[in-house]
Structures are given as structure tokens and as C-alpha cells.
């Protein structure tokens, strides 16, 4: 059975940092793994991605260059590191597993259940 736990949400200052965390079992090896975001009254996005072996991720623009996203497959974790946070990364953020390196969300197979980041200005 596929497990995602994500953790590390909660609230902030704009500006503040954060670091979410996911645990993963039971997938096998070759998955991706991302990071989407739902915030309210809005659809879920993307927000990053890490191959398998973690040497390629991609980001969505808003977050380039303030979240960086890495794993650590012989603990089974992917991680969120998000600085510069702003009013509008508000939202529920997801972890997700994908068996091809992917922006597309219909690509993931599992998913977490979520963990609320909130920014205060």
C-alpha cells in the first residue's frame, strides 16, 4: 500500500521560510515526486518536481529561484524548501507521486493529503 504523509506546514510572515516534508512508502522505484498547491476557490497547481534520482526538477515560475525541491530516497522523503514566502503561496500544498517526470497532474498516481501553508502580511 502507497503512503504520502506530508508535515512542516503551518502559519507565517511574508518573507518568512519554510520547510515542508514528505514521507513516502510502499512505491516502487522510478517515481517522480511533486509538490502541488490548492488555495481557495482556486484549482490545484503545480509547484515542483524531482526525478527519481533527484538530478532534474522543475518549477513553476512563481516559485523559481525561492523553493527548492529535493528527496532522499534511502530515507523515503521528498522536501519543500520555501523561502520568501508571500501572501499568495497561501494554500493547501500536496505531495505527489508520478511515474514520469511531469508538470501534468492527471500524470500522478498518489497523492497526500496535504498540509496548510498560511502567509500573513
Known amino acids: 500500500q502507497v503512503q504520502l504523509v506530508e508535515s512542516g506546514g503551518g502559519s507565517v510572515q511574508v518573507g518568512d521560510s519554510l520547510r515542508l516534508s514528505c514521507a513516502f512508502s510502499?512505491?516502487?522505484?522510478?517515481?517522480?515526486m511533486g509538490w502541488f498547491r490548492q488555495a481557495p476557490g482556486k484549482e490545484r497547481e503545480f509547484v515542483a518536481v524531482v526525478s527519481w534520482g533527484g538530478g532534474a526538477t522543475d518549477y513553476t515560475d512563481s516559485v523559481k529561484a525561492r523553493f527548492t525541491i529535493s528527496r532522499d530516497n534511502s530515507k523515503n522523503t521528498v522536501g519543500l524548501q520555501m523561502n520568501v514566502l508571500k501572501p499568495e503561496d497561501t494554500a493547501v500544498y500536496y505531495c505527489?507521486?508520478?511515474?514520469?517526470?511531469?508538470?501534468?497532474?492527471?500524470?500522478?498516481?498518489?497523492w497526500g493529503q496535504g498540509t496548510q501553508v498560511t502567509v500573513s502580511s
Open positions: 505527489a507521486a508520478s511515474p514520469t517526470f511531469t508538470r501534468t497532474e492527471a500524470s500522478y498516481t498518489y
Open positions: 510502499g512505491l516502487l522505484g522510478g517515481y517522480s
